[in-house]
């Protein structure tokens, strides 16, 4: 599925968070065959060693790295971007992919919503935390899947009012998280502005992924498999995620949201500097990172 205009990736090392299936694994997949260096991020060590094997069984002469990590922890986070600069100079590209449709409400040891912290907060922390090796390389590029589920999102500034089991919806919950991708994506651009790393975010399309399994709630059920016949493929729903990473057309360009490989139409919310500012200080104060 490789774009000839696409360049080569020799030298260049990629990490994919949630790598091991579905647009993740798609991505760090291409991205190896462009002769990337990737680090591959993924939860399960059983489907990470079937993706890593995937990969390399597709591109013998891949150059692959597993990072084990359960991103819904801010202290795994924390650990894994130590890890990351003990052993690495530079990172040319990052791509923000991991993501959950959260089912009932569960409230990691940390005390977040998990949709919240495994979407939002740790694309926060990991992202700010691998500036530095970003910054060493020489046009570093922050790809972060969102949603166009964030047309449904709002900030929630009070992290009780988020965990309140009277209030909890799954889809606001997930979407809250989407419309947050973006609104992160735009103040980080903001902040990189003068700098050789840039910050973009994507809509992938509706792919048929395993974001709903048949341990998920009715309500997500409900809404999902009616629309299974219409749904991409993760190779198809990959493309957006890939261009960002690696076309020459968007190496200047900053705080976008893209469908289809071209800027998106996207929420009037999700375009306030005020609410993207205020997000970033919430942000701050519950991952500890500034």
Not at 52 to 77: C, G, H, K, M, Y
């Amino acid at each position: 599925m490789a774009a000839p205009s696409i360049p080569s990736l020799h030298g260049k090392t990629a990490l994919v968070t949630g790598a091991s299936s579905g647009i993740g694994l798609v991505t760090a997949r291409e991205l190896a065959r462009r002769g990337a260096r990737v680090v591959l991020v993924a939860r399960n060590p059983d489907k990470a060693e079937q993706a890593r094997a995937a990969i390399q069984s597709a591109i013998p002469e891949a150059q692959l790295e597993v990072r084990l990590t359960d991103l819904s922890l801010l202290a795994n986070v924390h650990q894994l971007a130590a890890d990351l600069q003990r052993d690495h100079s530079q990172l040319d590209i990052l791509v923000n992919n991991a993501g959950i449709m959260p089912g009932p409400l569960t409230i990691t040891e940390e005390g977040h919503e998990l949709s919240w912290a495994t979407n939002h907060l740790a694309v926060f922390a990991l992202t700010n935390l691998l500036l530095p090796l970003l910054s060493e390389a020489k046009a570093g590029r922050i790809v972060t899947v969102a949603s166009e589920a964030h047309w449904l999102g709002e900030i929630e500034p009070l992290q009780e009012a988020r965990n309140n089991p009277e209030k909890y919806s799954w889809l606001t919950a997930y979407a809250d998280s989407k419309l947050a991708n973006i609104l992160f994506t735009n103040e980080l651009a903001h902040r990189l502005e003068l700098t050789n790393v840039t910050a973009n975010c994507l809509h992938p399309g509706l792919v048929d992924t395993g974001l709903v399994h048949p341990g998920s709630s009715w309500g997500m059920k409900a809404l999902w498999w009616p629309a299974k016949p219409f749904m991409i493929s993760p190779e198809q729903g990959a493309r957006t995620s890939l261009y960002l990473a690696t076309s020459p057309d968007v190496a200047r360009v900053s705080g976008t949201y893209f469908k289809n490989q071209r800027p998106g139409r996207c929420s009037s919310r999700s375009q306030s500097r005020t609410e993207a500012a205020r997000l970033w200080r919430i942000s701050e104060e519950e991952t500890g990172v500034s």
